[in-house]
C-alpha cells in the first residue's frame, strides 16, 4: 500500500485531499495539518484548518463556502452579539460550536490536540489519518502598521478575516514554533511514507507554518522519498483569497516559479504549475526541481483527482 504524508492547511488542503483520496482511495494517508490557524475565542479552543480538513472529507463541509459546517445556523453568535460579547467578523456557526465545546472540554481533561483530533475523526471518518503538526501552542501572529505608522502585531485571522489582508504586512511570526515539537507520529509518518505531497495550500501561513516547527523541514529534506507540491499561484495570482499578501510579507513574488524556488531544491523533488503558467516551466527546473503544467484548478473531485494523479506521477518520475 502507498504511504503518502500530506502537509495541509484549510480549504486548498482540504479540497486536494478530497481529490487524492478519489485518485488513491487505497493508498494510506497522513495528513499533517496547520495549527497556527488556531485561535481562542469565547473560551473555546478553535481549530480551522484541522477542522477543515475534517468536515470536507468528512462530508459535512458547507462546499460552496469551503469552511464551517453545512445547513449551519447562528443562534449561539446572534446570542453572544446581544451580550455585546464578540468578536463578530468571526463566523461560527451552531453545529461548529459543538465540535470546539468538545475540543475544549477534552483539553481541559489533559487530553493532547493530538489525541482530541483523533477523538473527533473517530465521528466524521475522513478517509486518512489528520495529526495536528504540534501538540504544543504555535499561533501565527502578522506584524503591520497602524494609523499612526506604528507597528503592531495581530492575530492571523485578525488580519486574514477582520482586516481581509487589506493592509500590507511587514512580516508572519509563528510564535512558539520554535519551542514546539512535532506531535507524535507525525516524524513517523514522514519517515515511513513513500512519497511527500504539498498540496495548494498557502506556502507561508498553511505549508510554512508546519514546516517552521523543529525537526519536520529537515525529516521531510532527509526522507529520502519524492516530494511534490502544486502550485496554489495561478496566472501570478492566488486562485482564491489574499495568499500573495503574505508572500509579499516574506519577499517572495505571487508567481508559481517564486514559490517553487522558496520551499527550494533543498525540499521539493518536483512542482506542477497551471497549463496558464508553463512559460514558468524552464526556470523551475533550472532551480533544480521537475516541473511541469498540467491543469491545476480544483472546480471539481474528478477535476482534482486528476491533480493528484499528475501529482504522483510525477512522483515517480522523480524516483525513477
Ligand atoms: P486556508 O487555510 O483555508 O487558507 O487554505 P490553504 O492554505 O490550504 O489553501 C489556500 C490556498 O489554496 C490559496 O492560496 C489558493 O491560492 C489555493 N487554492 C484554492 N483553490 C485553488 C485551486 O482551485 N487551484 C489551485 N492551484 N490553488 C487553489
Ligand atoms: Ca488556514
Redesign the pocket.
Known amino acids: 500500500m502507498q504511504r503518502i504524508v500530506v502537509l495541509?492547511?484549510?480549504?486548498?488542503?482540504?479540497?486536494f485531499l478530497q481529490g487524492l483520496k478519489s485518485a488513491a482511495p487505497d493508498a494510506d494517508v497522513t495528513v499533517i495539518g496547520?495549527t497556527g490557524?488556531d485561535i481562542h475565542l469565547f473560551g473555546l479552543k478553535i481549530c480551522?484548518?484541522l477542522d477543515?480538513v475534517m468536515y470536507t472529507l468528512g462530508g459535512g463541509i458547507n462546499e460552496k463556502q469551503?469552511?464551517g459546517r453545512a445547513e449551519e445556523s447562528f443562534t449561539v453568535k446572534a446570542e453572544l452579539a446581544d451580550y455585546g460579547v464578540g468578536p463578530e467578523w468571526f463566523g461560527l456557526g451552531d453545529r461548529d460550536f459543538a465540535t470546539h465545546i468538545v475540543r475544549t472540554q477534552m483539553l481541559g481533561a489533559g487530553y493532547s490536540l493530538s489525541a482530541v483530533t483523533e477523538a473527533l475523526c473517530a465521528r466524521w471518518q475522513p478517509g486518512v489519518r489528520l495529526i495536528p503538526m504540534t501538540d504544543d501552542r504555535v499561533e501565527t501572529h502578522v506584524a503591520v502598521s497602524d494609523g499612526e505608522g506604528e507597528r503592531r502585531a495581530i492575530h492571523f485571522q485578525e488580519y486574514w478575516v477582520r482586516l481581509r489582508a487589506s493592509v500590507d504586512a511587514h512580516a508572519v511570526v509563528p510564535v512558539g514554533a520554535d519551542q514546539a515539537q512535532p506531535a507524535p507520529g507525525v516524524l513517523e509518518a514522514i519517515g515511513d511514507a513513500d512519497v511527500i505531497l504539498f498540496?495548494?495550500?498557502?506556502p507561508v501561513?498553511?505549508v510554512g507554518t508546519i514546516l517552521a516547527v523543529p525537526g519536520i523541514r529537515e525529516a521531510i529534506a532527509d526522507a529520502g522519498v519524492p516530494v511534490v507540491g502544486?502550485?496554489?499561484?495561478?496566472g501570478d495570482a492566488?486562485?482564491?483569497?489574499m495568499?500573495d499578501k503574505v508572500l509579499a510579507a516574506v519577499g517572495v513574488e505571487a508567481t508559481a516559479a517564486a514559490v517553487a524556488r522558496h520551499y527550494g531544491s533543498g525540499l521539493l523533488d518536483g512542482w506542477l504549475v497551471?497549463t496558464v503558467d508553463s512559460a514558468a516551466v524552464p526556470s523551475v527546473e533550472e532551480a533544480g526541481i521537475r516541473c511541469r503544467a498540467v491543469p491545476?484548478?480544483?472546480?471539481d473531485v474528478e477535476a482534482t483527482a486528476q491533480m493528484a494523479r499528475e501529482a504522483l506521477t510525477l512522483a515517480e518520475e522523480v524516483r525513477a
Open positions: 495541509a492547511g484549510g480549504v486548498g488542503g482540504a479540497r496547520n490557524d480551522p484548518d477543515t469551503g469552511w498540496p495548494p495550500s498557502n501561513v498553511s502544486l502550485s496554489p499561484i495561478v492566488p486562485v482564491h483569497g495568499a497551471d491545476l484548478m480544483m472546480t
